[in-house]
């Protein structure tokens, strides 16, 4: 069992940045990539950034890359966010999965992951 608790969210002004934040707990020598993903409101949840537990690897959105960087310390996970915009709005949702794939377009895909936090919501404001 892995446990995830996300911290960091807020409201925010439109070009503003902020700092997620997500703990694990537990059997984290199990985990093999945390994800950050998002679910804005009446929208499907999607990946921002990905961080392989081992060697720090990570996998980006495509529209994400360049304003979001995911990093890892110990048992931490960030996700940092510059010039954020309204679109961005959305509960921030941290997951863990402890299963290995032999692609990395796996890590993109929700179904992926067997561990997940309560999410944060992060608001910008136009």
């Known amino acids: 069992q892995v446990e995830l608790v996300e911290s960091g969210g807020g409201l925010v002004q439109a070009g503003g940045s902020l700092r997620l934040s997500c703990v694990a707990t537990?059997?984290?020598?199990?985990?093999?990539?945390v994800g950050w993903f998002r679910q804005a409101p009446g929208r499907e949840r999607e990946l921002v950034a990905a961080?392989?537990?081992?060697?720090?690897t990570t996998y980006y959105d495509r529209d994400a890359k360049g304003r979001f960087t995911i990093s890892k310390d110990k048992n931490t996970v960030y996700l940092q966010s510059t010039s954020l915009k309204p679109e961005d709005t959305a509960v921030y949702y941290c997951?863990?999965?402890?299963?290995?794939?032999?692609?990395?377009?796996?890590?993109?895909?929700?179904?992926?992951?067997?561990?997940w936090g309560q999410g944060t919501q992060v608001t910008v404001s136009s």
């Open positions: 997951a863990v999965t402890t299963r290995a794939y032999w692609s990395g377009e796996y890590y993109f895909s929700e179904l992926s992951y067997n561990y």
């Open positions: 537990g059997r984290t020598q199990a985990t093999n990539v």
């Open positions: 961080i392989r537990w081992s060697d720090g």
